[in-house]
């Protein structure tokens, strides 16, 4: 058996820093690219490009040719854990599970059938494919699948805290048999075992070694090969010997483009065949208005990536959920979507996005938008006044343009609907300082986003609303509801979070999580604002382009049309 034994103070030291590493990461090579426009800005785009990679849009080829502005810090799967090297993983690997295209049912991958559960939802016993090689020609086996998660739980890479923190064990217990037990009952752990960088690697070419990562290969048994990896452009050849479906295409061209703007204008001029991750709102309106004339699609999803405000109940008077409830009644999401996205987002009313059928609106129905009715009575009844006003700050990272946006138009809002009652100071700070002194409650309120690991409810309720020590009169103490900025406690929703966890049995899952949601819409730690829309383009021709609602992009599924 290969085990893994480790410290409690490592898990709480993870559990501190996750949240920080997250956010930072994500945001700084997300949504700073993502959302870099200014609201004075013209819709006109700029003339500079950048080079051509070896590969473009070739009309004699059966190759495809995507553009992006994300960059890949590592193809390791034990340290990867941005959005681009995840996309790149799911088409170069496979994982134990997946989900049927086009839908969010798990289905196995390199698992023959859905795992056995023991009684005590503490093991896992996962037949395995006996008909999968690795792209270096090694067969796959349980022990390539036992060595390959040992070492992303050793090797302490950034996305280590996901499984390091609820496998117990992990052991080939045959030659194609995998059995894993957890540490507590984890009724999201098959969901989690569709995470990009839950796929195996071979043993001679990796290593189980502290900080041991290789950044710039990878040897997996996905559909593509990794054929070349360059910091502007990124080459996948088909796997001729794969045991799945074969691609639709000959090949991926991946092409790193600057800036938004060249991305833009590279796409336009039929330098690529796809466009995604990621353009400015203001291209995207253009290339949406001009799909018709220009001969291209636009492909729309919503996502799982969620926006919201961490309100600190250690600073007062946020310690008052009266005044909490009247801030989440002042916000108007729809004035923000339209004034800062131009529709391009969908207003939030719960931490579960909207994709998940336990979605409920409980803020929309307690609080609605821009109820600034309700915000002067829960405010006066808090006890402020035209000579006592509420002076709220809210915060910021300096490079988000967008959230800039967004506070100033909470700004202008909040103190025009109630004049004289309601002060509103905008405030930033470097990501770095930000993110890093978050769980220490410096910042009032902070304006933050959420990347989920994988598709299961469980990571929009645990991050934010569970703490490991702490009361009712000190807050949070130790946990996650500290490291998000809000230092919320409540033995209520510590009951119903470790239930939702261990709860195997759907219905009774869904009807505790509506309990979570109640719980949010009375304490309100946290106000949903919204969700982030994605946006594909791609020419007329090129087939099978769709983000699935998992939020996966399939690269073996694009292909052109004849």
């Given at each position: 058996?290969?085990?893994?034994?480790?410290?409690?103070?490592?898990?709480?030291?993870?559990?501190?820093?996750?949240?920080?590493?997250?956010?930072?990461?994500?945001?700084?090579?997300?949504?700073s690219?993502?959302?870099?426009?200014?609201?004075?800005?013209?819709?006109?785009?700029?003339?500079?490009?950048?080079?051509?990679?070896?590969?473009?849009?070739?009309?004699?080829?059966?190759?495809?040719?995507?553009?992006?502005?994300?960059?890949?810090?590592?193809?390791?799967?034990?340290d990867?854990?941005?959005?681009?090297?995840?996309?790149?993983?799911?088409?170069?690997?496979?994982?134990?599970?997946?989900?049927?295209?086009?839908?969010?049912?798990?289905?196995?991958?390199?698992?023959?059938?859905?795992?056995?559960?023991?009684?005590?939802?503490?093991?896992?016993?996962?037949?395995?494919?006996?008909?999968?090689?690795?792209?270096?020609?090694?067969?796959?086996?349980?022990?390539?699948?036992?060595?390959?998660?040992?070492r992303?739980?050793?090797?302490?890479?950034?996305?280590?805290?996901?499984?390091?923190?609820r496998?117990?064990?992990?052991?080939?217990?045959?030659d194609?048999?995998?059995?894993?037990?957890?540490?507590?009952?984890?009724?999201?752990?098959?969901?989690?075992?569709?995470?990009?960088?839950?796929?195996?690697?071979?043993?001679?070419?990796?290593?189980?070694?502290?900080?041991?990562?290789?950044?710039?290969?990878?040897?997996?048994?996905?559909?593509?090969?990794?054929?070349?990896?360059?910091?502007?452009?990124?080459?996948?050849?088909?796997n001729?010997?794969?045991?799945?479906?074969?691609?639709?295409?000959?090949?991926?061209?991946?092409?790193?483009?600057?800036?938004?703007?060249?991305?833009?204008?590279?796409?336009?001029?039929?330098?690529?065949?796809?466009?995604?991750?990621?353009?400015?709102?203001?291209?995207?309106?253009?290339?949406?208005?001009?799909?018709?004339?220009?001969?291209?699609?636009?492909?729309?999803?919503?996502?799982?990536?969620?926006?919201?405000?961490?309100?600190n109940?250690?600073?007062?008077?946020?310690?008052?959920?009266r005044?909490?409830?009247?801030?989440?009644?002042?916000?108007?999401?729809?004035?923000?979507?339209?004034?800062?996205?131009?529709?391009?987002?969908?207003?939030?009313?719960?931490?579960?996005?909207?994709?998940?059928?336990?979605?409920?609106?409980?803020?929309?129905?307690?609080?609605?938008?821009?109820?600034?009715?309700?915000?002067?009575?829960?405010?006066?009844?808090?006890?402020?006044?035209?000579?006592?006003?509420?002076?709220?700050?809210?915060?910021?990272?300096?490079?988000?343009?967008?959230?800039?946006?967004?506070?100033?138009?909470?700004?202008?809002?909040?103190?025009?609907?109630?004049?004289?009652?309601v002060?509103?100071?905008?405030?930033?700070?470097?990501?770095?300082?930000?993110?890093?002194?978050?769980?220490?409650?410096?910042?009032?309120?902070?304006l933050?986003?959420?990347?989920?690991?994988?598709?299961?409810?469980?990571?929009?309720?645990?991050?934010?609303?569970?703490?490991?020590?702490?009361?009712?009169?000190?807050?949070?103490?130790?946990?996650?509801?500290?490291?998000?900025?809000?230092?919320?406690?409540?033995?209520?929703?510590?009951?119903?979070?470790?239930?939702?966890?261990?709860?195997?049995?759907?219905?009774?899952?869904?009807?505790?999580?509506?309990?979570?949601?109640?719980?949010?819409?009375?304490?309100?730690?946290?106000?949903?604002?919204w969700?982030?829309?994605?946006?594909?383009?791609?020419?007329?021709?090129?087939?099978?382009?769709?983000?699935?609602?998992?939020?996966?992009?399939?690269?073996?599924?694009?292909?052109?049309?004849?």
């Open positions: 058996m290969v085990s893994l034994v480790r410290s409690r103070w490592r898990q709480l030291c993870r559990a501190w820093s996750r949240r920080r590493w997250r956010s930072l990461l994500r945001f700084s090579t997300l949504l690219i993502c959302f870099a426009f200014i609201v004075a800005c013209t819709s006109s785009p700029t003339t500079e490009t950048d080079a051509p990679a070896d590969s473009t849009a070739d009309t004699g080829s059966d190759r495809v040719s995507i553009g992006t502005t994300l960059s890949v810090r590592t193809l390791d799967p034990a990867a854990y941005e959005i681009l090297p995840g996309i790149l993983l799911h088409n170069l690997g496979d994982q134990l599970y997946a989900y049927e295209p086009g839908t969010t049912d798990l289905i196995p991958q390199l698992a023959t059938d859905m795992p056995t559960i023991s009684d005590d939802g503490l093991t896992y016993v996962i037949p395995l494919r006996d008909d999968v090689v690795f792209h270096d020609g090694t067969p796959f086996t349980a022990e390539a699948m036992a060595f390959s998660l040992e992303f739980m050793q090797n302490g890479g950034r996305p280590a805290f996901l499984l390091a923190d496998i117990e064990s992990v052991e080939a217990t045959g194609y048999e995998l059995t894993v037990t957890l540490n507590s009952p984890f009724a999201a752990f098959t969901a989690l075992m569709t995470f990009w960088s839950v796929t195996p690697v071979p043993l001679d070419a990796y290593e189980i070694a502290e900080g041991s990562f290789v950044p710039d290969n990878f040897i997996g048994t996905g559909p593509y090969k990794l054929a070349a990896f360059n910091s502007d452009s990124i080459k996948l050849d088909v001729e010997d794969y045991w799945g479906e074969k691609p639709a295409n000959g090949g991926i061209d991946i092409q790193i483009f600057s800036s938004p703007a060249n991305l833009y204008n590279t796409f336009k001029t039929n330098g690529i065949d796809v466009a995604y991750q990621t353009l400015d709102p203001d291209q995207i309106a253009d290339l949406e208005r001009t799909a018709e004339a220009g001969n291209w699609q636009v492909i729309e999803a919503g996502t799982t990536v969620i926006n919201y405000m961490s309100l109940q250690k600073i007062e008077p946020l310690n008052d959920v005044v909490r409830q009247a801030i989440a009644a002042m916000i108007d999401r729809n004035l923000v979507n339209e004034r800062v996205f131009q529709g391009q987002a969908e207003p939030l009313y719960s931490l579960i996005p909207t994709s998940f059928d336990v979605y409920e609106p409980v803020l929309q129905d307690a609080y609605g938008d821009g109820n600034f009715e309700l915000a002067e009575q829960l405010l006066r009844d808090a006890g402020f006044s035209e000579e006592n006003p509420f002076i709220f700050e809210i915060w910021y990272p300096t490079a988000s343009t967008t959230r800039s946006v967004v506070a100033n138009t909470l700004k202008e809002s909040f103190e025009t609907g109630l004049p004289g009652l002060s509103v100071t905008v405030q930033t700070a470097e990501s770095a300082t930000l993110w890093s002194n978050l769980d220490q409650g410096v910042y009032p309120s902070v933050a986003n959420w990347y989920p690991d994988y598709y299961d409810v469980d990571t929009f309720v645990q991050p934010f609303l569970s703490c490991e020590q702490g009361s009712e009169a000190t807050l949070c103490e130790e946990g996650q509801s500290q490291g998000s900025g809000s230092f919320y406690y409540s033995e209520r929703a510590n009951e119903l979070v470790n239930a939702q966890q261990s709860e195997q049995d759907p219905a009774a899952r869904k009807a505790i999580i509506k309990d979570i949601q109640t719980l949010l819409q009375e304490d309100v730690p946290y106000i949903p604002l969700q982030n829309k994605d946006y594909v383009f791609a020419h007329d021709g090129i087939e099978g382009v769709a983000i699935q609602p998992t939020q996966q992009f399939l690269m073996w599924q694009i292909g052109k049309g004849s």
